[in-house]
């Protein structure tokens, strides 16, 4: 049975950091490329960060040089941090694993996590 379990969501002011983690059970980890998305009440899922098996990166703009994707493979693990949080940064996070390298369209993750609210406010 797949698992990816999300963690690191919460309630931080404007500026503020969170750590986001997702871990994976029942994939082999390794050779997923893996995606963390976000959704907003009323809007669309989106990318927001992704990272290849070889851990190239890929960046939506609205969060370039705020967020880092990084992985641990040895625990199986996809982490998101996020920097000088703003509130349209407010959403639910996402992880994702795909088999396909530089996954960018949402049909091409296999296995998705339950998701972790991220609220940026005063």
């Known amino acids: 049975q797949v698992q990816l379990v999300e963690s690191g969501g919460g309630l931080v002011q404007p500026g503020g950091s969170l750590r986001l983690s997702c871990t994976a059970s029942?994939?082999?980890?390794?050779?997923?490329?893996m995606g963390w998305y976000r959704q907003a009440p009323g809007a669309e899922r989106d990318l927001v960060a992704l990272i290849t098996t070889d851990a190239r990166t890929n960046y939506a703009n609205s969060v370039k040089g705020r967020f880092t994707i990084s992985r641990d493979n040895a625990k199986n693990t996809v982490y998101l941090q996020m920097n000088s949080l703003r509130p349209e940064d407010t959403a639910t996070y996402y992880c994702?694993?795909?088999?396909?390298?530089?996954?960018?369209?949402?049909?091409?993750?296999?296995?998705w996590g339950q998701g972790t609210q991220v609220t940026v406010s005063s």
């Open positions: 029942g994939i082999i980890f390794s050779i997923n490329n």
């Open positions: 994702a694993a795909s088999l396909s390298w530089i996954a960018m369209s949402e049909q091409q993750y296999e296995h």
